[in-house]
């Protein structure tokens, strides 16, 4: 809004640790409306040195505004700008947190499908989808009948612009056609990146192929590997669906939401199943 000022902090003490170009702080951003102040957390990517002006990061920007709904990104020179998701990401989330059910995560899963239609629907390619790039606004808890709720973070430089390292190492979430011509990013790139993602999520957040060095992700991607197959048959179906090696034989979003439903009337007879079990 035309009239409304605001005044940015960033706190000193808090930096929470390194992006692939960025180093990320805790900030407040203080609005000062009709004479009174507001105060809100943010989050500051501030771009390493090597990578200041870089104009890619501008557009970024403009992604994470239509992402991030009902928040305004701002990029002030060489610093993003972005709401500050209260539990992070949700890989690490999920490693600290051990034990989520399954009705949880596929409630994740779900939501995710969801922007992934949204973003089509605009013909919007985030092309940097992965658990590392989900935060997580609410936990959730299913005692009070309230879900999870996430939010998909900006994709950053895009990765034309990248060195083939950085985009070697993003394997298994890059899309195969992608290493082989980076202008290729397209919408059905994402929906490799979603399968990658939904192994994390069903994997403790574990990032998948860890350990593995570049010559050999690459080698797992010339060779067509798939990742090591839920027990989960109707899952780890939908995974290989979605990393299919032929782009355009990846199913549509409504395909990918149609199947998580079903998933889920199975995934929460399974839990049932196991909990019987332990009793
Ligand atoms: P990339 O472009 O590869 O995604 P990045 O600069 O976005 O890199 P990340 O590695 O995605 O950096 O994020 C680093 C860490 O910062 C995350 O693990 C998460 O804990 C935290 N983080 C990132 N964005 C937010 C946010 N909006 N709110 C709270 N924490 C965040
Ligand atoms: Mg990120």
Redesign the pocket.
């Known amino acids: 809004q035309a009239s409304s000022i605001f005044i940015l902090l960033k706190l000193k003490c808090e930096s ?7 180093r ?1 702080f805790k900030g407040s951003k203080i609005d000062i409306r009709d004479g009174e102040r507001h105060v809100t957390d943010v ?1 500051l ?1 501030e771009l390493d040195a090597n990578h200041k002006n870089c104009w890619e990061v501008r557009a970024a920007a403009i992604v994470t505004h239509l992402i991030m709904l009902r928040w305004s990104s701002l990029n002030l020179a060489d610093v993003m700008v ?4 209260k539990f ?2 949700l890989d ?1 989330f999920l490693k600290r947190e051990g034990s989520v059910s399954v009705s949880w995560k596929l409630d994740v899963a779900k939501q995710l499908a969801s922007v992934l239609n949204f973003l089509e629907e605009k013909n919007i390619t985030h092309g ?1 989808i992965c658990a ?2 989900l ?1 997580l606004a609410r936990e959730g808890d299913a005692s009070q009948g309230s879900s999870p709720f996430i939010k998909l ?5 895009n990765v034309t612009m990248l060195g083939r390292d950085v985009v070697l190492d993003r394997i298994p979430w890059v899309a195969p056609e992608v290493l082989e011509a980076p202008e290729r990013l397209e919408l059905e790139c994402d929906k490799w990146s979603f399968g990658a993602t939904l192994w994390e999520i069903f994997n403790g957040g574990q990032a998948p192929l860890q350990g593995l060095d570049l010559e050999r992700k690459l080698q797992f991607y010339e060779t067509y590997k798939q990742l090591p197959s839920s027990e989960w048959t109707e899952l780890a179906d939908l995974i290989s669906q979605c990393m299919n090696y032929q782009p355009a034989f990846r199913p549509s979003c409504r395909s990918i939401i149609r199947q998580l439903n079903s998933l889920i009337t199975s995934g929460t007879s399974r839990e049932l199943i196991a909990v019987k079990k332990l009793q």
Do not use: R, Y
Request: aromatic share 8%; charged share 15%; proline share 4%.
């Open positions: 929470l640790g390194q992006g692939s170009f960025t990320i989050l990517k972005q709401e500050f998701v992070g990401a690490l940097n590392k790039n935060l973070s900006d994709p950053g430089i």
